[in-house]
DNA sequence: TAGACGTGGAG
DNA sequence: TCTCCAAGTCT
């Protein structure tokens, strides 16, 4: 083992008080001002929470904003369509947290009277809620004492105490949870989560921390043994597969035939122009004729549009598709279908890469004008 | 348990 | 261009 976690756990308790004191101490003088910093509404905190997980701070601000206006309790949101949310949701990413919210809320109106309850185990009960997300409720909403460890946490504490191993390792979780759960013990223990986290987004960063401003550098193992820059080691991400997809742009008097995906999965409960996925080797016109039937025409390939999501390196490749009239569209594809006036579709849940491509072939400003027939 | 699950910005 | 993300959860 290249580390000892008891001796990391004694050398911790001995060191807890002044470096808690310095962490509080910079945290109160150097936070932040964040919209849900400025509150203790559990379920504010909770939206900002699920929001910020694996998504950047700044790109969260305006959707929190926006969020809260059009869900501002726990019971508007539960009493909103999924369809609804991740409409606000679009763009944010990582959609099964939207779904996973109004699910939740919908929980927290049977179970808990539409109210957050205030400890980390029923929090855990509710869906999306991890025990990262439970704990900085319970702490930050709550004044709990309950410990939380996200990547900023993760890389703060393997610095000061110097903790070897890769993201992602048994014995190094364990040893991290159980580092914040002896810190977290005492005084402020929401503040101190985050200001865990704030230092770890500020000023102990992957690349280039600034030691030189770090209210605990005289704390930490990592620094004092040159090690910062090693510590944590990067964590190796799987190869990206590759996703094709035959797209049907199919539009008619400023209507857009649009389809919504299953609740599960990628771009789950999100809306598209109807697609398939090419199997490498497979025709694309082959395979949209055997989703819309031989009655339709399908024109050749008008756009290729490419997108790297962490996991998967996406291929649209979008094909314009005349329909027949009357035609019954598979049921079997999609949750529903729909035509939609292009200008609407902006009010829709779409994925980014859609819109991308919607906006590519069929932009609004050639739409103008144009008077959409409602069917 | 490792892989699925998004996005646009930073270096 | 290209890699690597950023306050994780679910299966």
């Not at 559990?42 to 929470?49: C, F, G, M």
């Not at 510590?231 to 919504?260: I, M, T, W």
């Not at 050749?300 to 094909?319: A, K, Y």
Request: glycine fraction near 6%.
């Amino acid at each position: 083992m290249a580390f000892d976690p008891a001796e990391i756990l004694t050398a911790a308790k001995s060191s807890r008080r002044a470096l808690k004191a310095a962490l509080l101490g910079w945290f109160d003088h150097n936070k932040r001002d964040l919209p849900w910093r400025r509150t203790k509404d559990p379920y504010a905190i909770w939206i900002s929470e699920v929001m910020l997980q694996q998504t950047q701070v700044d790109r969260v601000i305006p959707y929190y904003q926006r969020f809260l206006e059009t869900f501002p309790t726990v019971k508007a949101l539960a009493a909103a369509e999924v369809s609804d949310v991740l409409s606000v949701w679009r763009g944010l990413g990582y959609y099964s947290r939207a779904r996973n919210l109004h699910a939740a809320a919908t929980e927290l109106s049977s179970r808990f009277k539409a109210k957050l309850p205030g400890t980390v185990d029923e929090l855990k009960s509710l869906p999306g809620f991890g025990r990262y997300t439970a704990g900085a409720v319970a702490s930050i909403a709550f004044d709990q004492e309950a410990p939380l460890v996200d990547g900023n946490v993760a890389r703060v504490l393997s610095r000061l105490f110097e903790l070897d191993g890769a993201p992602g390792d048994k014995t190094r979780e364990a040893a991290l949870w159980s580092l914040a759960e002896l810190l977290v013990q005492g005084e402020r223990p929401g503040d101190f989560n985050q200001s865990l986290m704030e230092l770890g987004a500020t000023v102990c960063t992957p690349s280039s921390p600034t030691c030189l401003l770090c209210p605990v550098q005289t704390h930490c193992r990592a620094l004092a043994a040159g090690r910062v820059d090693e510590l944590p080691p990067p964590r190796k991400l799987p190869p990206r597969k590759r996703l094709e997809l035959a797209v049907a742009l199919s539009h008619r008097d400023g209507n857009v035939l649009l389809a919504r995906r299953a609740e599960k999965g990628l771009f789950g409960g999100l809306w598209e122009m109807p697609a398939l996925i090419v199997e490498p080797g497979v025709n694309p016109y082959a395979a949209l004729r055997k989703l819309f039937g031989k009655r339709s025409t399908i024109g050749p390939e008008m756009l290729v549009l490419e997108r790297t999501l962490t996991h998967r390196d996406l291929v649209l490749r979008l094909f314009p598709v005349a329909l027949p009239p009357r035609l019954k569209l598979p049921p079997e594809a999609y949750l529903e279908w729909k035509w939609v006036p292009r200008e609407e579709t902006k009010a829709l849940g779409m994925s980014s890469a859609m819109e991308s491509a919607l906006d590519e072939v069929l932009p609004l400003e050639a739409m103008k004008g144009r008077r959409p027939k409602k069917k």
